[in-house]
């Protein structure tokens, strides 16, 4: 086989692995087609990097998280309220009262076998779709960290914000899916 | 300490090292409202369902399918790079 096909086969032999890991990540077809395309692109012209006895899989991905750093990179450059921490967000305000000393207005059930839900086909869907809903900055701030593994100052470096700011995203991110789970799962869910 | 910054240290404990004041204060708290120590077994939970979910992506990526049009827009751009 020659060098020139090799390209064509990462294509068949890990498109789709490449374009799974990307939209489970972005949530946005065109967006994740196209970082396939773009790590493809770079593999091909830094082929000479990859080392004969890796796995090519792990090295197509390892492109292509840096591809994903880049393009949240982009995005977070994009003047956008809701990479602003200051931003209005009444989040803060639904869940706690601040008139009486930050306490809960509602506060968290206890969830009913949680570890169970990790086994079933239609938690991953709620969870997902959780993701899914959150303010894109958090979205972001959330997949970087906890989905992608990005330390703390990896994820300050991708977004280009603070890490007090990064903080103040988690924080919220979290809010939002602890209730988004808590409503669509552990409340009316199959478990509930 | 409230439970709106109980919440928040519980957060921000994933990434980084809480100091031994914080520490101290989040146990106090923790020891006296039931509300916050669901909340950060929740979040205890969520930890593990994204680090879960991280872990399914890569084995089970196969389930995503590369759509043939784009696919075929791909192996183009890929040919004209020759």
């Not at chain 1, 007090?164 to 199959?190: D, S």
């Not at chain 2, 916050?36 to 994204?50: S, V």
Request: positive net charge.
């Amino acid at each position: 086989m020659t060098q020139l096909s090799s390209a064509d086969r990462w294509l068949d032999d890990h498109g789709d692995a490449l374009y799974g890991f990307a939209f489970q990540r972005l949530r946005n077809r065109d967006a994740a087609e196209d970082l396939v395309q773009e790590t493809l692109l770079a593999a091909w012209r830094s082929r000479a990097s990859f080392a004969a006895n890796s796995s090519e899989r792990t090295w197509l991905i390892g492109i292509l998280k840096h591809k994903l750093a880049d393009h949240w990179r982009h995005s977070a450059r994009q003047p956008s309220e809701a990479l602003d921490p200051e931003a209005v967000d009444d989040l803060i305000d639904q869940t706690f009262d601040m008139t009486k000393g930050g306490h809960w207005r509602v506060a968290p059930s206890a969830w009913n076998n949680p570890d169970a839900a990790l086994e079933q086909q239609q938690f991953w869907q709620v969870f997902v779709d959780c993701v899914g809903a959150l303010p894109p900055a958090q979205a972001q701030a959330f997949s970087l960290c906890e989905l992608d593994g990005l330390k703390g100052e990896e994820a300050c470096k991708a977004m280009q914000i603070a890490a007090t700011n990064l903080w103040v995203m988690l924080h919220r991110a979290r809010l939002h899916l602890r209730q988004c789970l808590e409503i669509n799962w552990f409340g009316n869910g199959p478990n509930g | 300490m409230s439970c709106k910054e109980v919440s928040e240290l519980l957060s921000q404990s994933i990434e980084r090292r809480l100091s031994l004041r914080e520490t101290l204060r989040l146990r106090m708290h923790l020891l006296v409202c039931d509300a916050c120590a669901r909340f950060k077994r929740q979040m205890e939970f969520l930890h593990a369902a994204a680090r879960a979910y991280a872990q399914r992506g890569m084995s089970t990526a196969r389930q995503w399918v590369l759509a043939r049009t784009a696919r075929e827009r791909i192996r183009g751009r890929l040919q004209r790079e020759r």
